[in-house]
């Protein structure tokens, strides 16, 4: 119950975010393990947004020291996870999605499934604030309805 | 959970309608305001002053923009938004002079008991040093932005010029240009540094915009300069291990208390700081070592002298920005002789054009100073206000390794206005507690308050050389606003131990003659 009103709450980045793109194709792709470098709001549309697994976002800056310990451990607990990819975006280069997800420091981790936000931390937290973020979204389904 | 959430979106469906209501109304109040213009308020200049101003005013419904552009210095150097202050002034200097005080620190752990193995082995890392300090620059930089974004205030990265009184043409990085028109503007686009016109100036030398972000240590470095920003980078230079010469024309810190400013320097002296006094700067040419040597002669004795350094910074004051805002076509002519806009109120001759920060004649070059002034501004541009700036009684502090803070009139200002028989000044030299575990030097610790002489005393100037100085001297600008006297001070009961409280024991008049030199603690 909670995670829907929350998932409503988050939900209008996501009108913003589909003003910024009309076509939305779905991607058949390989399922890749790499991480998701996101350069521009099509490829987070198509690699994140249309997923078909659940994405980590992770608003990453060169300049900002706790994101150069947050990334690395982001990317080694979840690439060689099957059902859960990791994506990065980088501030300086993604202007638009900073504004549609308000980010306003960094770094901030999002949890997206199914195009929807089911999470969201900012700051670098603890390895198991992480952990379990990572277990709720790769691990069992989400049931609540 | 779709089923659940399509619900909670035709929910939404009714309640978004009437949120946008809401913004479309907003939105066509901002729009609509002018309908004659783009903007309400176009800024031209993204720092302290400018962007103060931008975000008051879109906060009381004004449609603002704000255009900024960095030229390259001579040697290429260039950054983000924010202005001087955030990238190549007030930030990144606090950041160097903090680390030149934690190496004093180091050093001054040990005779408290601290075991630092190797300590003698202490050295800087420059490249360590700079990037920390460019890291922090460019996380402003990029909160300005986003919350430039999030006030909907619109950031044009462009060189700004008036084309008419109402039309500024901004001129982006690759050529291209935007043209816009507000219904009022306001210039705050700051200077840049000063080069002398001598051979080798702009092809060798460096200047404050170039230091913070340094590619290769410094190294021996001269200084040619000897205002506070020239003090400061030979301060923390010589903290940091880099050997630092100082050339002064006249004297150093001109304008400010000339005593407190002798104290700083003679205290940078004993910290190896060398100065050349009376001498003025003749030529830098660039050696095949790739070293620079400097030639300088002295006004006074007419003689030449050169060294060898690897860097030569020039500090030879700031200019400001006018010449490329074409104002001839605003219709600006309020300009004093040196490029600046002299504009009492902020408004020049103009009545819709207005000026803030360090392009005003004759205010104090200050960050906070320039927002206060941009804050107001705008407020009585949008907000119906009618109170004006106040830019007496400011405190500033030179952060040199010895720092010196100050509020009100120098000890020179206060004689001249009032003569020396209305005066009276309490000094006193002062020991700080920290400082007799290493064996700090205490030759330089002096504070001394200016009073008129009748009763009650009243304050009109303090004035600190000691550590924390800008820590120090904040609360008693708060104090000389409300008009504090000597007899309020004097009846101010110190907090104990600490350096600030020595204003509360002052006692010893200059008039009196009597020893200024503390005898001992508590009492």
Not at chain 2, 448 to 459: E, F, G, S, T
Not at chain 2, 494 to 502: C, D, L, R
Request: glycine share 8%; with cysteine; aromatic share 8%.
């Amino acid at each position: 119950m909670s995670g829907a009103i929350l998932t409503q709450g988050l939900r209008s980045p996501m009108r913003r975010l589909a003003g910024l793109r009309q076509a939305k194709s779905i991607s058949k792709s390989v399922v890749h393990n790499e991480t998701i470098l996101v350069k521009n709001n099509n490829e987070f549309i198509n690699k994140v947004m249309n997923n078909d697994k659940p994405v980590i976002v992770n608003f990453h800056a060169e300049w900002c020291e706790p994101c150069k310990i947050l990334t690395p451990k982001l990317k080694e607990l979840i690439e060689p996870l099957h059902n859960l990819d990791l994506a990065v975006v980088d501030v300086e280069d993604n202007a638009e999605l900073v504004h549609a997800f308000e980010v306003k420091a960094v770094p901030a981790v999002i949890a997206i499934k199914n195009g929807l936000i089911v999470d969201k931390f900012i700051g670098l937290v603890d390895a198991d604030m992480i952990n379990n973020l990572i277990d709720r979204m790769s691990g069992k389904k989400k049931e609540d309805a | 959970m779709t089923l659940f959430n399509n619900y909670f979106r035709k929910l939404g469906n009714f309640v978004k309608p009437f949120k946008r209501t809401e913004c479309f109304i907003v939105l066509s109040k901002r729009t609509f305001a002018n309908g004659a213009y783009d903007y309400d308020l176009a800024v031209i200049g993204g720092g302290s002053g400018g962007l103060a101003c931008a975000k008051e005013a879109i906060n009381l419904g004004a449609k603002v923009a704000v255009l900024d552009y960095v030229t390259p210095s001579p040697q290429g150097t260039k950054w983000g938004l924010g202005g001087t202050c955030v990238n190549v002034g007030c930030i990144p200097k606090k950041l160097m002079h903090q680390a030149a005080l934690l190496g004093e620190a180091i050093h001054e752990a040990v005779a408290y008991g601290w075991q630092v193995p190797s300590v003698e082995q202490v050295r800087i890392d420059w490249s360590a040093l700079t990037e920390a300090v460019q890291n922090h620059i460019k996380s402003v930089n990029w909160v300005t932005r986003v919350d430039l974004r999030e006030k909907k205030i619109e950031y044009i990265n462009g060189l700004g010029e008036f084309k008419d009184p109402h039309t500024i043409i901004a001129t982006m990085k690759n050529g291209s240009k935007k043209e816009l028109t507000a219904k009022n503007v306001v210039i705050a686009v700051g200077g840049r540094p000063h080069y002398p016109d001598i051979p080798g100036a702009k092809e060798y030398c460096i200047s404050s915009d170039d230091i913070f972000s340094l590619s290769n240590p410094p190294g021996k470095t001269l200084v040619v300069g000897a205002g506070y920003i020239g003090l400061e980078c030979a301060g923390f230079l010589n903290s940091l291990g880099y050997s630092a010469t100082v050339l002064v024309r006249s004297v150093p810190l001109r304008g400010f208390d000339q005593q407190m400013s002798s104290m700083i320097t003679n205290e940078m002296e004993e910290k190896g700081v060398k100065f050349q006094h009376r001498c003025i700067p003749l030529s830098v040419e660039k050696l095949a070592s790739g070293q620079l040597k400097a030639r300088w002669l002295n006004t006074e004795t007419q003689e030449e002298s050169e060294d060898v350094f690897d860097t030569v910074l020039l500090a030879t004051g700031r200019y400001a920005l006018t010449q490329q805002l074409n104002l001839p076509a605003a219709g600006v002519t309020t300009l004093s002789k040196n490029g600046k806009i002299v504009a009492n109120t902020e408004q020049t001759n103009v009545p819709h054009i207005y000026a803030v920060g360090d392009v005003l004649e004759g205010r104090p070059e200050l960050t906070p100073v320039a927002i206060h002034a941009g804050r107001l501004l705008a407020r009585r541009m949008f907000g119906g206000s009618s109170q004006q700036m106040d830019y007496e009684n400011v405190a500033t502090t030179v952060f040199t390794p010895l720092e010196y803070g100050c509020v009100g009139l120098s000890e020179e200002v206060a004689t001249d206005r009032y003569g020396a028989d209305n005066l009276e000044v309490y000094h006193a030299f002062y020991k700080p507690t920290e400082f007799f575990i290493p064996q700090r030097n205490i030759r330089n610790c002096y504070l001394k308050a200016v009073a008129l002489r009748d009763a009650p005393q009243r304050i009109l100037g303090l004035h600190f050389v000691g550590p924390v100085a800008g820590e120090v001297i904040q609360g008693f600008a708060a104090a000389v606003k409300c008009g504090i006297t000597m007899e309020q001070l004097s009846n101010t009961v110190g907090i104990h131990p600490t350096v600030a409280e020595e204003f509360t024991r002052l006692n010893i008049t200059k008039r009196s003659g009597k020893d200024p030199n503390p005898a001992s603690c508590c009492s």
